[in-house]
């Protein structure tokens, strides 16, 4: 498999070179993760930010949480590949603030709905998941937690 990096944390995989399978491909991210004090890392399978459908392998390094966010145009669908964590679907009722937890499982498949706020943590092992999600990317379409939902 010929991995090369596109910008800092960010790879792609060149065609046709992809046999070591998803296992390997996880482990590769969650090491690249463990590099980048942002602690997450992917390779994207999608030609470019225009694509129609983005298709990203992303790792957490191990112990670690992607913030709470929405996405306002686009629905995600995340299949857990590796390592161990949990996706976390956050709302608002007034002052109260209240989560659900999804342990991810191999092989598992969550849709995250548009507009939901949704965050991810891993284990002490890391995890690794596919997101596939409906392009083109607009960087402008995550908004992260205001202050009272984190």
Known sequence: MVVFEQQPFVYGVLEGTAAGGLE???????????????????ICFHESPESAVQIMLIGLAPNSSFPIHRHEFKEETLVFVGGSGFLIFHWKDGAFISSER???????????????WH???SRGD????????????RQTD?????GELE
């Open 102 to 116: 999804t342990d991810f499982q191999k092989s598992s498949v969550n849709v995250v709905r548009r507009g939901r």
């Open 119 to 121: 965050s991810l943590e």
């Open 142 to 146: 995550t908004i992260y937690s205001p």
């Open 24 to 42: 390997s491909l996880a482990a590769f991210v969650i090491t690249k993760a463990i590099e980048n004090p942002r602690s997450v890392s992917r």
């Open 126 to 137: 890391g995890l690794a998941f596919l997101e596939v999600a409906q392009g083109p990317f």
